[in-house]
């Protein structure tokens, strides 16, 4: 069986920082990869640029997504993911500052699965992640996979 492997797209080193803190010490322990761009994180997800020997029956368990990034945003790296056969069941929650109406539309719109904010408060924000972890990684019983 697979590990269930997270990943996570931030570009802000803190924020990155802070989520892997959080998952950890709510005792998530899955393997975290880090993607800090759109581009990385589509590359990764379907195996091209720098991940092109990445098998990519192999996908995520669960994909955090930050939507102000660079190269790609999230809004554009999650209608990707929704448009292509092999990633559009992957639960993608969305992880964010934004606290945009128009932002969390967008992203419900393109499918996401869910939209957090990020707390500065990082026992409020540990908590969120711990959560999110705990339904998405424990409870949440996924399509199969082929």
């Given at each position: 069986?697979?590990?269930?492997?997270?990943?996570?797209?931030?570009?802000?080193?803190?924020?990155e920082a802070l989520t892997i803190r959080a998952?950890?010490?709510?005792?998530?322990?899955?393997e975290i990869v880090v993607a800090r761009d759109g581009a990385e994180a589509v590359d990764f997800l379907f195996g091209t640029g720098?991940?092109?020997?990445?098998?990519?029956?192999n996908q995520p368990e669960l994909v955090?997504?930050?939507l102000n990034l660079p190269k790609l945003n999230g809004l554009e790296v999650l209608k990707k993911i929704r448009s292509d056969?092999?990633?559009q069941l992957l639960p993608?929650?969305?992880?964010?500052?934004?606290?945009e109406d128009r932002d969390r539309v967008d992203s419900?719109?393109?499918?996401?699965?869910?939209?957090?904010?990020?707390?500065?408060?990082?026992?409020?924000f540990s908590e969120s992640v711990r959560q999110l972890g705990l339904y998405w990684l424990s409870l949440n019983i996924g399509p199969p996979r082929s």
């Open positions: 069986m697979n590990e269930k492997r997270i990943l996570l797209v931030e570009d802000n080193p803190d924020d998952l950890k010490a709510n005792n998530l322990r899955n720098a991940y092109a020997d990445r098998d990519t029956a955090l997504l930050d056969n092999r990633t993608v929650v969305v992880l964010t500052t934004s606290d419900y719109r393109l499918g996401a699965n869910s939209y957090i904010g990020k707390s500065v408060n990082f026992e409020k």
